[in-house]
């Protein structure tokens, strides 16, 4: 059975989405990981900014998903090679954006609580600046196709 790369592509995105949705409303799964002292707490609270923002913009890369789609479709019929080059832009940085969030979501990881605390601190730290970074590339993408 043959599956082209834009069907396994979108059942990805609809799996993530449908698995962010489940997990989005109840961070309390990973907060029991956290520490309970006060310096946990911050951790927590980083912790939660950071998932408040992927919940924030993971629905919005379905959006760039079937953007890309359609200029995908609209590259087949166009004849002009500047035109097909345009496209091909635009689809290669909507992916590219939309990578971005795939790649960090499979490389975040909750902590558990036997983690020190200052090293927990630092990864979610640097973990809330980079979902950061996601959230502001796919805002751009979206902003540039006019959603």
């Known amino acids: 059975m043959k599956i082209s790369l834009?069907?396994?592509?979108?059942?990805?995105?609809?799996?993530?989405?449908?698995?962010?949705?489940?997990?989005?409303?109840?961070h309390s799964d990973h907060e029991m990981d956290m520490s309970a002292d006060s310096s946990g707490n911050t951790n927590q609270v980083l912790y939660n900014q950071v998932m408040d923002i992927h919940d924030e913009v993971m629905p919005k890369t379905e959006t760039l998903y079937n953007i890309s789609k359609e200029l995908k479709a609209t590259l087949k019929e166009v004849k002009?090679?500047?035109?097909?080059?345009?496209?091909?832009?635009?689809?290669?940085?909507?992916?590219?954006?939309?990578?971005?969030?795939?790649?960090?979501?499979?490389?975040?990881k909750p902590l558990p609580d036997t983690?020190?605390?200052?090293?927990?601190?630092?990864?979610?730290?640097?973990?809330?600046?980079?979902?950061?970074?996601?959230k502001e590339a796919i805002l751009m993408a979206l902003e540039k196709e006019g959603k």
């Open 6 to 26: 834009t069907k396994l592509f979108l059942l990805l995105i609809l799996l993530l989405i449908n698995a962010c949705g489940q997990k989005s409303h109840n």
């Open 80 to 108: 002009s090679g500047e035109e097909k080059q345009q496209l091909q832009t635009r689809i290669a940085y909507l992916d590219s954006v939309n990578n971005m969030m795939m790649d960090w979501m499979h490389e975040f």
């Open 115 to 134: 983690t020190n605390e200052e090293a927990a601190r630092a990864y979610y730290e640097t973990n809330l600046e980079k979902v950061k970074k996601v």
